[in-house]
């Protein structure tokens, strides 16, 4: 699986130079997918025909001297949950299954402008609900370090598509760590900016107050290259923020001294498996090494985040499905004839799959008269608490780091049988969601496990989480993490 892998910046700053092509650069990635997707089933579709087109008119643009954009000619791979004009697009869902936007959300659009080529959409748990992309109604997507562990979720589609080296960037949405933890368990950078940082318009809506979108990579360079193309204000999205977009790329300077580093180490101890915290406590030292300084911390209701993500994303996705009927576009149920809501109910019954149905189910409950104080708006104070709780460290650390994920990737089938389980793979990332914050996973660590035969290498993710709006740091600390330390070059093998 292993192949020699070039970023985004390196491969348009090749083609801008004119030291290849971006149409070579496209039919190779286009030819790595065909080999690894049979095996991997990262994508939902590939697009061959219309980014060859794109890349040709890139060529003839820089044939011509014209202005060339930061991406030009670098592949992207897409998460099925973003709309693309004219090209079909799922959420992994079989009620979306011929759905075609007439619109593209303003990240695809500025990442065309910028030159990007988009060569497919990938695969991902059905709306981006789940931690394993085992929820997809194509199946589940399988992770390129070892073909029997899942990638994470939600966005594994786009994040074994980045580490099997079919694309040099990815784009996922994140609502309580679906870019951060498929990227831990894949061994790639993945970046969810502060919320609002980002327009999210265009994108399939789960939990609208928690939805960001973001990149994944090969690099941090080449994340911090990504969001300064895709943060800023959007009149299409009321909740995208105004504020200055700074450059992120400048940040990178190679170290973190001066920088103050909160962790939280009562909250990750508890029940994390050992390889992860020894991964971690290196991972500590080689922080210290780069100049940082460490400094313990409390985050006391951390430890209630699980509980409160699953009240408001389940509430604000049973709103947010709600749409989907069969009435106006989508899937509609053929046994329509017994009236109008037998149609509803047998569209939507066949058209989502278990986990959606669980979750909407959980959500209009919780929203229910006579429950809505005593679960929703208990939920919401607590998130307030939570938000309390990084306001109090931040006045004295720049950055909070801890483990992306408590365990290393876990086997396909291991926690399908037993939600509780799989919804506290998340343990670590939906805080982040929940207060609105930036965070970054980078690699920070490889585990040999056994099996039979062999051995199987899985890396180990950590994750940076920054004060709002303050990407900036964040991407300096795991650049200067990444060059000191030897993870974000390994790959499958």
Known sequence: MSAPVAGARAIAGDIAAGRTSAVDVCRAALDRIARVNPSLNAFNLVTAERALVRAADIDRRRAANAPLGPLAGVPLAVKDNLCVRGMRTTASSRILDTFVPPYDATVIAK?????AVIVGK???????????????????????????????????????????????LALGSDTGGSIRQPAAFCGVTGLKPTYGRVSRYGLLAFASSLDQIGPITRNVEDAALALQVLAGPDPMDSTAAQEAVPDFTKALDGHARGVRIGVPRAF???????????????????????????????????KYAIPVYYLV?????????????????????????????????????????????????????????????????????????????????????????????????????????????????????????????????????????????????????????????????????????????????????
């Not at 508890?270 to 409390?298: C, H, K, M």
Request: proline share 6%; with cysteine.
């Open 268 to 302: 990750v101890s508890d029940g994390v498996d050992g390889s992860v915290l020894a991964s971690f406590d290196a991972a500590l030292d080689a922080l210290r090494a780069a100049g940082a300084t460490l400094v313990d911390i409390d985050l006391p209701h951390a």
């Open 111 to 115: 990442l065309e402008q910028a030159g």
């Open 122 to 168: 990938t695969n991902c748990d059905e709306f981006a609900m789940g931690s394993s992309n085992e929820n997809s109604a194509y199946g589940p997507v399988r992770n390129p370090w070892a073909a029997d562990r899942t990638p994470g979720g939600s966005s594994g589609g786009s994040a074994a598509a980045v580490a099997a080296a079919c694309v040099p």
């Open 313 to 493: 994303c389940t509430a604000e996705a049973s709103s947010n499905l709600a749409r989907y009927d069969g009435v106006k576009y989508g899937y509609r149920s053929p046994d329509a004839s017994k009236g109008l809501k037998a149609m509803y109910s047998r569209t939507r019954d066949e058209g989502f799959g278990a986990e959606v149905k669980r979750r909407i189910m959980l959500g209009t409950y919780v929203l229910s008269a006579g429950y809505y104080d005593a679960f929703y708006l208990k939920a919401q104070q607590v998130r307030t608490l939570l938000r309390q709780d990084y306001d109090r460290a931040f006045e004295s650390v720049d950055v909070v780091v801890m483990p992306t994920s408590p365990t290393p990737p876990f086997r396909l089938g291991e926690k399908t049988d037993d939600p509780l389980q799989m919804y506290l793979a998340d343990i670590f990332t939906v805080s982040v969601n929940l207060v609105g914050l930036p965070g970054i996973s980078v690699p920070c660590g490889i585990v040999e496990q056994p099996r039979p035969g062999g051995v199987d290498r899985l890396p180990i993710g950590m994750q940076f989480v920054g004060r709002m709006f303050d990407e900036a740091t964040i991407l300096r600390v795991a650049d200067a993490f990444e060059r000191t330390t030897e993870w974000s070059r390994q790959e499958p093998c």
